[in-house]
T-cell receptor, first 111, second 116 residues
């Protein structure tokens, strides 16, 4: 089976930096994805790490350590609009869009 | 490009009834997956359709069935509805390439199903 664990909730102030961690246990690992979901909205893709290291996309960065079965999403210069749920996810060997999602982290950005 | 579209957006059904949800994939995509998302939880994979056949299935009972049409659109059917089937049902599309693991799935806004 596959399981991905995340903190349930994180609170930070506008302009700050926040890190959302994800630890995983999977049978067959192909990479780690991150998705953002606002209340009532569709999950939207943020990043994907296939190899160890840091991937940067604007204010968001994602890190992966395959040896530690661990990754994190780093959000910089937080804005109120970043308040949302964030999910780590792993794709399956079959390709396509079969994903196993983590437990999700609700980020609250305060003034 | 309209992206992934789902209908209806909201639905209320009575326990024991049957429901059909619909999904049109993003233009150029041929693979559709369905997910169930209970309140406060991550999406759970139900099944995936490619070339009009169910290719992969998650841990869901046979009451959940689907179909994919030649134009790649898809339907999710749930029979004998239970109160516990109340959830947001999400459709995701992508382009399947043999031997590759896709890195991005495009999700629709979902159908909010309430079973009373």
């Amino acid at each position: 089976g596959q399981s991905l664990e995340q903190p349930s909730e994180v609170t930070a102030v506008e302009g700050a930096i926040v890190q959302i961690n994800c630890t995983y246990q999977t049978s067959g690992f192909y990479g780690l994805s991150w998705y953002q979901q606002h209340d009532g909205g569709a999950p939207t893709f943020l990043s994907y790490n296939a190899l160890d290291g840091l991937e940067e996309t604007g204010r968001f960065s994602s890190f992966l350590s395959r040896s530690d079965s661990y990754g994190y999403l780093l959000l910089q210069e937080l804005q109120m609009k970043d308040s949302a749920s964030y999910f780590c996810a792993v794709p399956s060997a079959g390709g396509g869009n079969k994903l196993t999602f983590g437990t999700g982290t609700q980020l609250k950005v305060e003034l | 490009d309209a992206g992934v579209t789902q209908s209806p957006t909201h639905l209320i059904k009575t326990r024991g009834q049957q429901v059909t949800l619909r999904c049109s994939p993003k233009s150029g995509h041929d693979t559709v997956s369905w997910y169930q998302q209970a309140l406060g939880q991550g999406p759970q994979f139900i099944f995936q359709y490619y070339e009009e056949e169910e290719r992969q299935r998650g841990n869901f009972p046979d009451r959940f069935s689907g179909h994919q049409f030649p134009n790649y659109s898809s339907e999710l059917n749930v029979n004998a509805l239970l109160l516990g089937d109340s959830a947001l049902y999400l459709c995701a599309s992508s382009s399947k390439r043999t031997g590759q693991v896709n890195t991005e799935a495009f999700f629709g806004q979902g159908t909010r199903l309430t079973v009373v």
